[in-house]
Structures are given as C-alpha cells and as structure tokens.
C-alpha cells in the first residue's frame, strides 16, 4: 500500500470529548493532536456534519516534503469514532493509506511507540470502530500505556488519568510522538519507524 503524495493527510486523534476526560490514558491520542495544532499554528474549530474538530495546515519544511493535514479530534466518543473519520475522508477526500490514527495501547509499555500500518485493533475500542467503517490499512500511531495493576479492569485504567509518576515524562513523550507524526507524514512509514519504534 503507497501513500498519495498528492493527496491531503487526515491526522486523527483518538480520545473522549469533555474535560472529565482530559487527562485520561484514553486521551492521548488527543493531547499529541493538541501539540500538533499548536506547531501547525493554529486552532479546532467544529467540522461542519462530521461531529469532530478540525484543523487545516501543513506538516514539514517548505518543499517536495511539505505536506497538507487535516488534524482532527472526533467529538463523537472514543467506541464511535469511524463515523466521524468516515465522514472526514469523503469531504476531503483522504486516501486510507494516507490517514493516520494517533491511540493509547496496552500491550506496550508505558512511553514506548510503534508505528505501523494496518493490522488489527488489539480490542481497542476506536480502532475497532473505524476499521470497521475503512478497513485495516491505515496508520497507527500507537502510544504505549502499559497493561493496568493487579485486578484493575481494562476499561477503568485507560479511563483513569495519567499517575503522577507517568506525568513526570508525558510532556516529552507526547512531544516525541507528534515528531513521529511529521516524520511519518513527510518522510514516509520506514524511516519513521527507524526513528521512533522503541
């Protein structure tokens, strides 16, 4: 699967709308799309019919490598996010092989990152829901946050937020991941990976 250099990027961070959530482990595919708008310069506003909040720009140094985004936060609900990305897609017109889902994962360890493209949701709730509305074969970003202590269920440690030791690092860790994104976005999958899959 190639990427369309011609075509816009849809950057989608995954996470729950309201400030209840903010902090949440669940959220961080928000707070990298936070970062992302602030270096792109500017601010979300609510898209139209797709129940998101976008922002449009450009990721890279002017050039052959500068590329146009649309960076967007489904306001929908984490498990329902494929309707908005779906509705993003067909305004703008994205290519699957060039949308981009930033998201909390379990089975990695906390502050580590894999990037890859398609494959399965590993019962991730927003994964689930927008393969099921485009298929696998979009980029993840997936953003480690370990498996929960003890007994704790799944569902109550991504909604709990970030310990005090984990914020500690989590400023640079959500850094690190927005420049994973820029990487990916202007320089391709591989050399991304090389870069940032820890």
């Known amino acids: 699967m190639t990427t369309d250099a011609t075509a816009p990027w849809l950057i989608v961070g995954l996470g729950n ?9 669940h959220n961080v595919g928000f707070m990298v799309a936070d970062l992302l708008a602030e270096r792109i310069g500017g601010k979300f506003k609510r898209a139209g019919k797709a129940q998101a909040q976008v922002l449009e720009g450009r990721i890279g140094a002017p050039g052959p490598q500068n590329r146009r985004v649309i960076l967007a936060k489904p306001m929908s609900f984490m498990n329902v996010s494929g309707g908005p990305v779906t509705g993003l897609r067909d305004f703008y017109k994205v290519p699957v092989g060039n949308i981009v889902a930033i998201h ?3 089975d990695i360890d906390y502050g580590t990152m894999r990037l890859k493209l398609g494959g399965g949701d590993n019962g991730h709730n927003g994964l689930k829901s927008i393969t099921k509305s485009l298929g696998p074969d ?5 953003f480690g946050i370990g ?9 109550d440690f991504v909604l709990k937020d970030f310990s005090s030791t984990e914020r500690k690092e989590l400023d640079y860790l959500v850094d690190r991941a927005a ?10 999958l591989e050399r991304a990976q090389s870069a940032y899959n820890s």
């Open 17 to 25: 709308p309201g400030p209840e959530y903010a902090m949440n482990r």
């Open 104 to 106: 909390d994962e379990l």
């Open 138 to 142: 979009y980029h993840r970003v997936r």
């Open 147 to 155: 498996r929960p202590p003890g007994r704790m269920q799944v569902a």
């Open 179 to 188: 420049d994973s994104v820029e990487c990916l976005v202007t320089e391709g």
